[in-house]
C-alpha cells in the first residue's frame, strides 16, 4: 500500500464512549499528533463564563472562540457539570464551529493527525483515510464515567451521570450545526461488551487496513 503522507484519524462517536482513552492510544503507536476537540469547546465555554457571560449567546461566544489561544487548552478547570453545560451550548452556535474549524484542520495538516469529537470525520476531515465511530449503551458509558468520576473521589450517583449523559447526547445530536452523527464510511465500533485493548487492537487493526504506516 502506497504511504499516505499526513494521515487523518477522524473517531467521533457521543460522551463517555471511551473515544479519548482510544484516540491517545492509537497516536501514540502510530506516532501522529493527538487532539481531543472536545477541549476546544471547553475552553470557549469556561472563557465565556469567566467573562460572567452567557454561553448560549452567539456573539459573546463567537468572540471567545476568534480570541483563543492554544494555551486555554492546558486549563485545569475545563472538566466538571460547568464546564460540561457550557462547551454543549457554545457547541451548538455556528459562529463558533466556523471558528475552531482552521484550528483543528491545521492542527492536522503538517504531520497528519488523530483527532477525537463529534464531527471530525463528517465537517472537519470529510477526506480522512481512517474514520471510526465509537459508541455504547447509555448505561454503559454512564458506568464507566461514574467509576472514573468514583476513582477522582468526586462523589456523583450513577442516575445523575447517566442523566447527563443522556441530556448532552441529546443535544449534541438534535443540533442544526454540524450534529453528532457517523459518517456514511465510518467503521462503527460499539465497545459496550469490550474492554479497553479489545477496542483498541479492533481499531487499530481497522486503521492499519486503511493507512501504511510502514
Ligand atoms: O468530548 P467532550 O465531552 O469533551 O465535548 C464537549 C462538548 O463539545 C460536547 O457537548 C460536544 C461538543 N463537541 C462538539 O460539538 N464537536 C466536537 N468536535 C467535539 C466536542
Redo the contacts with the bound molecule.
Keep these: 500500500m502506497k504511504p499516505i503522507v499526513a494521515p487523518i484519524v477522524a473517531i467521533?462517536g457521543p460522551?463517555?464512549a471511551g473515544?479519548?482513552t482510544l484516540a491517545r492510544r492509537l497516536a501514540a503507536t502510530l506516532g501522529l499528533p493527538y487532539l481531543?476537540?472536545?477541549?476546544?469547546?471547553?475552553a470557549v465555554?469556561v472563557r465565556v463564563l469567566e467573562a460572567n457571560g452567557d454561553p448560549s449567546e452567539p456573539a459573546t461566544a463567537e468572540a471567545a472562540a476568534l480570541s483563543l489561544q492554544p494555551r486555554d487548552l492546558d486549563r485545569s478547570d475545563?472538566?466538571g457539570p460547568g464546564?460540561?453545560a457550557a462547551?454543549?451550548?457554545?457547541?451548538?452556535i455556528p459562529g463558533v464551529?466556523i471558528a475552531?474549524l482552521a484550528f483543528?484542520r491545521d492542527f492536522g495538516a503538517r504531520d497528519g493527525a488523530v483527532?477525537?469529537?463529534?464531527?471530525?470525520g463528517t465537517?472537519?476531515f470529510p477526506d480522512a483515510a481512517a474514520k471510526l465511530f465509537v459508541t455504547a449503551g447509555l448505561s454503559e458509558r454512564a458506568r464507566r464515567r461514574w467509576l472514573e468520576l468514583r476513582a477522582k473521589g468526586t462523589g456523583a450517583d450513577i442516575a445523575t451521570v447517566e442523566e447527563d449523559i443522556r441530556q448532552?447526547d441529546a443535544?449534541?445530536a438534535a443540533?442544526a450545526a454540524?450534529p453528532?452523527k457517523a459518517a456514511a464510511d465510518a467503521f462503527l465500533l460499539d465497545t459496550s461488551a469490550m474492554d479497553a485493548d479489545t477496542a483498541y487492537q479492533a481499531a487499530l487493526t481497522f486503521v492499519r487496513s486503511r493507512i501504511d504506516t510502514g
Design positions: 467521533d460522551a463517555a473515544k479519548g481531543d476537540t472536545g477541549l476546544l469547546y471547553r465555554g475545563l472538566r464546564a460540561d462547551a454543549a451550548s457554545v457547541a451548538s464551529r475552531l483543528q483527532l477525537d469529537g463529534r464531527d471530525i465537517v472537519i448532552r443535544k449534541d443540533r454540524a453528532l
